[in-house]
């Protein structure tokens, strides 16, 4: 991945500890942490709630409206973030347990409830944990 500029929120939402090297790649993960530890934003990241369906353009508007250096990268960068935000924090254990429950949802980033997650959802969130499981032992 090139390296990229480190982001900031536009406006103070919590306090967020600045990173000591300004010149280190901004990666996805770093980004998410932003984006969670300020609930303002998204506040079905930080509670890992099952997402909708399609939510890619309402995420992108909204990190788009909190992003300082948002503007400062290329159309193809900003997909891959974007792209690299989500599939992180849908990748994460945690995430998945929640898809996986029985009788789980999908929020909007908001954390409203706006559909039932189909079996089929709830059955890849298994696979994926098992062979989580498996390759652990």
Request: hydrophobic share 35%; proline share 7%.
């Amino acid at each position: 991945m090139k390296n990229l500029p480190i982001l900031t929120l536009k406006k103070k939402l919590a306090p967020v500890q600045k990173p000591a090297v300004q010149s280190k790649p901004t990666m996805p993960r770093e980004v998410h942490a932003l984006l969670c530890s300020n609930s303002d934003i998204a506040p079905a990241l930080g509670r890992y709630l099952p997402l909708a369906l399609r939510i890619q353009r309402d995420f992108r508007r909204r990190v788009h409206e909190a992003i300082v250096q948002w503007s400062t990268l290329n159309k193809e960068e900003r997909r891959r973030l974007e792209f690299g935000i989500l599939r992180y924090h849908t990748q994460r254990r945690v995430y998945l347990e929640a898809v996986a429950a029985p009788n789980s949802m999908r929020h909007d980033l908001d954390g409203n409830p706006v559909e039932p997650v189909s079996e089929e959802h709830r059955v890849y969130a298994r696979q994926k944990l098992k062979e989580r499981e498996d390759r652990k032992k």
